[in-house]
Nanobody
Framework: QVQLVESGGGLVQAGGSLRLSCAAS????????MGWYRQAPGKQRELVAT???????NFADSVKGRFTISRDNAKNTVYLQMNSLEPEDTAVYYC???????????????WGQGTQVTVSS
């Protein structure tokens, strides 16, 4: 099985920073894309940022210039550095990994349990 465990959420004032981490573990052969999504109350889950195994990144327009994404392939871990946080960034943040488990050839998507980020004004 595969587990994605997130950490680093919390409460922060507007203008502050937080760093989220997500570590994937289990019977993993290779991880392709990793990323972060978020879901605010009453809204659909939306993409925040993704990063390929080679380090290419993609960001939602709303976070460009404020958030950065990085990964450590040796540790199967992805990070999201969030700066200049705004109340509109308040949401549950979910980690995602598209990977192939050992002994298989299927590329599948896995999700973490989510971590709450609350930005006060």
């Amino acid at each position: 099985q595969v587990q994605l465990v997130e950490s680093g959420g919390g409460l922060v004032q507007a203008g502050g920073s937080l760093r989220l981490s997500c570590a994937a573990s289990g019977s993993i052969f290779v991880i392709n894309d990793m990323g972060w999504y978020r879901q605010a109350p009453g809204k659909q889950r939306e993409l925040v940022a993704t990063i390929t195994r080679g380090g290419s990144t993609n960001f939602a327009d709303s976070v460009k210039g404020r958030f950065t994404i990085s990964r450590d392939n040796a540790k199967n871990t992805v990070y999201l550095q969030m700066n200049s946080l705004e109340p509109e960034d308040t949401a549950v943040y979910y980690c995602n990994a598209r990977l192939v488990m050992r002994g298989t050839i299927d590329l599948r998507s896995y999700w973490g349990q989510g971590t709450q980020v609350t930005v006060s004004s």
